[in-house]
């Protein structure tokens, strides 16, 4: 069975950075489609970023230029690097693995950017 588990969460002043990370536990971690969302109080659940096992990712607009998903498939962990951060970037980041059709969610790390 996989396990996610992210880390990394915490607070910072606006125009700060923070790296988020995910260890996955199991197999077939290289062929996974890896992804964060993240869920702000009163709100849906979004996409924020996403890394194929090719390594073609995506980024919602909010986040392009700003923040970087990557991944160490040796270490089976993908990070999500976010700098210039922003009040509205204050959430619960939630990493993601999916592999033959099977989605996988991590507990969650909080993210608050505040001054």
């Known amino acids: 069975q996989v396990q996610l588990v992210e880390s990394g969460g915490g607070l910072v002043q606006p125009g700060g950075s923070l790296r988020l990370s995910c260890a996955a536990s199991?197999?077939?971690?290289?062929?996974?489609?890896m992804g964060w969302y993240r869920q702000a109080p009163g709100k849906q659940r979004e996409l924020v970023a996403t890394m194929r096992s090719d390594g073609r990712t995506t980024y919602r607009d909010s986040v392009k230029g700003r923040f970087t998903i990557s991944r160490d498939n040796a270490k089976n962990t993908v990070y999500l690097e976010m700098n210039s951060l922003k009040p509205e970037d204050t959430a619960v980041y939630y990493c993601?693995?999916?592999?033959?059709?099977?989605?996988?969610w991590g507990q969650g790390t909080q993210v608050t950017v505040s001054s």
């Open positions: 199991g197999s077939g971690f290289s062929s996974s489609l």
């Open positions: 993601t693995q999916s592999l033959y059709g099977l989605n996988n």
